[in-house]
């Protein structure tokens, strides 16, 4: 008994390795493991051709496979697009044991459906009348959503209302289905001549019409529409039933519109009927993301006190609001008050929690929750590592970071892209590009895709050592594998090439982003003009400057300064002076630091007239000097032999209430 309970709390855990050790050794000792644990290991290996290995055990031992076995044997078949061996198996359980039930064309119907044989899947819908057993909704939804992805919508309107018929109510899913079958189509902005034939043959809309419409458009976005068919629901005599209400409150929620959402609440009582803890949870969420914490733990008050039983749902959003506008003590507090009642063991809370103190660069607070999650037997999940792992790299404790890898794998989860890619980053910040390489293959060789960040990452490691050919490479390999690298990937790119003042290449990356419908950004065109003040021409970064303005790009500040402080060097302080203009007009706040930058340039060229004029417009600009530049105008101004700036300075200076000592 004890071996077979600790085979099937491994299989439901997902270690499936230590379960099947646990089997071997029951083998050993003559011990025969129970119908539930093999169900359980079945389930997990549905997606291997270990399946088989474990089904012939199950015979082996004497033990007769439920409706459950065959039930999962048959799905996994499906899954690995095994159609004949799907229905010899079908037809072997028939001979050998009983009647079919309806689980096992359910399954069916969904592989043969999931893999585009709808056809296929009718017939068994049509079988099962002829076994005399009766489709449930299950079965009909399944059927629905098959011929909807396939364009049938007619036909899935014939089931539906054969659904009602036969005396099952279309749920949410049901309408969810037909709506997203009609936005698949294009049709939910069709005329409603169009709507009236596909939807109904009638000449007036029925309920399921309604309906669906209403969850097509409000799925859409297009919430007024939504609205707007409620209305004339009403006028027409119609009531809008649970499933009507509950999607226009989540439109008004993921809008914002919280105050209309509790009003549609109360219409919804108004009306007979009884608000569900979906359509509470759906406005606590929204009330947390607007930062109304209070008003969201007064609302789930009274879906408690109205004895609407809830899940962990409304604790997430109530905790999440918290963590994100309030200070963390209250979040820890409310966390607290859940996890100390022992109501309530969610690895999500866990998650949320630990995820905040990482952003607030409290990796201890967060590792010890870690510590507490598996002390009260929580299983943590990918989430969880990720959090971690992410805080260990901010901390630069790598070794500590690549532990939490390994504790993943103790855990049987399996490292996610977001996993490795976090990790490559912070190696390759460290400068350690070997361990960065690494890790991409380890995760190739996990069968784990590398992403477009992923490359990008690479791609910043490989320039940060100046291999720029390399890292060429792999902008060609992410373009081979069909990924569009991002606008990061080529400003690091354009970046280094820059810096190698090969800005021939670099001009041809940004070509190559306009071919392959990347747009520049202002990033871009910042590395851009940097590099050729810096490492090439002037004349060509104004050029380049003036082009861009004429295109109406925006620049940053940045720009801006660059272009000025390579004016000042050049010596063209009239052309300095204009683009300093340009840039207060612009928006851009000005500093004491930017009018520092400019004087001190000016003034290591003994320019000092246009200095003085450059301190000027910073005291007419209303910027005050710091010390540290007057200190560096006043050395200046002594130094030199021109009396009548030195006079012009000191006016200046008492004129706008600061002594010339």
Request: aromatic share 8%; glycine share 6%.
């Given at each position: 008994m004890v071996w077979d309970m600790l085979a099937f709390v491994y299989c439901r855990a997902g270690m499936v390795h230590d379960a099947l050790i646990v089997l071997s050794n029951m083998k050993d000792l003559y011990i025969r493991p129970s119908i539930m644990t093999y169900n359980s290991l079945l389930h997990n290996l549905r997606h291997t051709d270990i399946m088989w290995d474990v089904y012939t055990d199950i015979e082996a031992n004497g033990i007769r496979p439920t409706?459950?076995?065959?039930?999962?044997?048959?799905?996994?078949?499906?899954?690995?697009?095994?159609?004949?061996?799907?229905?010899?198996?079908?037809?072997?359980?028939?001979?050998?044991?009983?009647?079919?039930?309806?689980?096992?064309?359910?399954?069916?119907?969904?592989?043969?459906?999931?893999?585009?044989?709808?056809?296929?899947?009718?017939?068994f819908f049509c079988m099962m009348f002829k076994y005399g057993l009766i489709p449930d909704a299950y079965s009909y939804n399944t059927l629905i959503h098959g011929l909807c992805i396939s364009g049938s919508l007619e036909e899935a309107l014939d089931f539906t209302n054969d659904m009602v018929k036969q005396g099952l109510e279309p749920d949410e899913v049901t309408y969810n289905?037909?709506?997203?079958?009609?936005?698949l189509?294009?049709?939910?902005?069709?005329?409603?001549?169009?709507?009236?034939?596909?939807?109904?043959?009638?000449?007036?809309?029925?309920?399921?019409?309604?309906?669906?419409?209403?969850?097509?458009?409000?799925?859409?976005?297009?919430?007024?529409?939504?609205?707007?068919?409620?209305?004339?629901?009403?006028?027409?005599?119609?009531?809008?039933?649970?499933?009507?209400?509950?999607?226009?409150?989540?439109?008004?929620?993921?809008?914002g519109r919280i105050n209309e959402a509790l009003s549609?609440?109360?219409?919804?009582?108004?009306?007979?009927?009884?608000?569900?803890?979906?359509?509470?949870?759906?406005?606590?969420?929204?009330?947390?993301?607007?930062?109304?914490?209070?008003?969201?733990?007064?609302?789930?008050?009274?879906?408690?006190?109205?004895?609407?039983?809830?899940?962990?749902?409304?604790?997430?959003?109530?905790?999440?609001g918290l963590c994100e506008k309030r200070p963390i003590s209250e979040a820890r507090s409310y966390f607290n008050m859940l996890t100390n009642s022992d109501c309530i063991?969610?690895?999500?809370?866990?998650?949320?929690?630990?995820?905040?103190?990482?952003?607030?660069?409290?990796?201890?607070?967060?590792e010890e929750l870690y510590k507490q999650l598996l002390e009260?037997?929580?299983?943590p999940t990918i989430i969880t590592f990720n959090s971690l792992i992410n805080g260990s790299c901010k901390a630069g404790k790598l070794a500590d970071a690549r532990k939490w890898l390994d504790g993943i794998k103790v855990h049987n989860l399996v490292p996610s892209v977001v996993t490795y890619t976090t990790l490559m980053n912070a190696f390759c910040e460290a400068g350690n590009l070997e361990a960065t390489v690494e890790l991409l293959e380890e995760m190739e060789a996990n069968g784990l895709e590398p992403n477009q960040l992923t490359y990008s990452v690479v791609m910043k490691g490989l320039c940060n050592q100046g291999k720029l050919e390399e890292s060429v490479a792999v902008l060609k390999g992410m373009l081979a594998k069909g990924l569009s690298p991002d606008q990061a990937s080529y400003n690091a790119l354009i970046q280094c090439f820059c810096e190698a003042r090969d800005l021939n290449r670099a001009f041809q990356l940004h070509d190559?982003?306009?071919?392959?419908?990347?747009?520049?950004?202002?990033?871009?065109?910042?590395?851009?003009?940097?590099?050729?003040?810096?490492?090439?021409?002037?004349?060509?970064?104004?050029?380049?400057?003036?082009?861009?303005?004429?295109?109406?790009?925006?620049?940053?500040?940045?720009?801006?300064?660059?272009?000025?402080?390579?004016?000042?060097?050049?010596?063209?302080?009239?052309?300095?002076?204009?683009?300093?203009?340009?840039?207060?007009?612009?928006g851009f706040e000005i500093s004491v630091k930017d009018y520092s930058a400019v004087v001190n340039r000016l003034c290591k060229r003994s320019l000092l007239k246009d200095a003085i004029d450059f301190f000027r417009m910073m005291l007419v600009g209303g910027v005050a000097p710091d010390k540290q530049l007057c200190s560096v105008m006043l050395d200046s101004i002594n130094r030199g032999s021109d009396f009548t700036l030195k006079f012009q300075f000191y006016v200046l200076m008492i004129k706008f209430g600061f002594g010339p000592g």
């Open positions: 409706e459950y076995t065959n039930s999962i044997f048959l799905d996994g078949l499906c899954r690995q697009s095994l159609i004949h061996e799907a229905i010899a198996f079908l037809r072997e359980i028939e001979e050998k044991q009983a009647e079919p039930c309806v689980v096992w064309f359910n399954t069916l119907m969904s592989g043969f459906c999931r893999m585009g044989f709808v056809d296929i899947a009718k017939s289905i037909l709506a997203k079958g009609f936005r189509l294009g049709m939910m902005n069709g005329t409603w001549e169009v709507t009236e034939r596909m939807l109904h043959r009638e000449q007036n809309p029925d309920l399921l019409t309604y309906t669906i419409l209403i969850c097509g458009h409000c799925q859409a976005g297009n919430v007024e529409e939504g609205f707007r068919l409620r209305d004339e629901m009403l006028s027409k005599g119609f009531q809008l039933n649970v499933m009507s209400y509950r999607v226009l409150l989540s439109s008004l929620c993921k809008s549609l609440l109360s219409e919804v009582e108004n009306v007979g009927l009884k608000p569900d803890r979906f359509m509470y949870s759906m406005i606590i969420h929204g009330l947390c993301k607007l930062g109304e914490v209070p008003k969201a733990i007064q609302l789930f008050k009274e879906m408690c006190t109205k004895r609407i039983i809830h899940n962990s749902f409304p604790h997430r959003s109530v905790l999440l063991q969610d690895v999500v809370l866990y998650n949320i929690m630990i995820d905040r103190y990482i952003k607030h660069g409290k990796v201890g607070e967060a009260k037997g929580i299983a190559e982003m306009v071919k392959l419908n990347i747009r520049p950004n202002r990033g871009t065109y910042t590395i851009l003009i940097n590099g050729l003040c810096v490492y090439g021409d002037l004349d060509d970064a104004e050029r380049l400057f003036s082009f861009l303005q004429d295109q109406h790009i925006r620049f940053s500040k940045v720009v801006y300064t660059t272009l000025i402080k390579a004016n000042c060097a050049k010596g063209d302080v009239q052309k300095a002076m204009v683009l300093f203009r340009q840039m207060a007009e612009t």
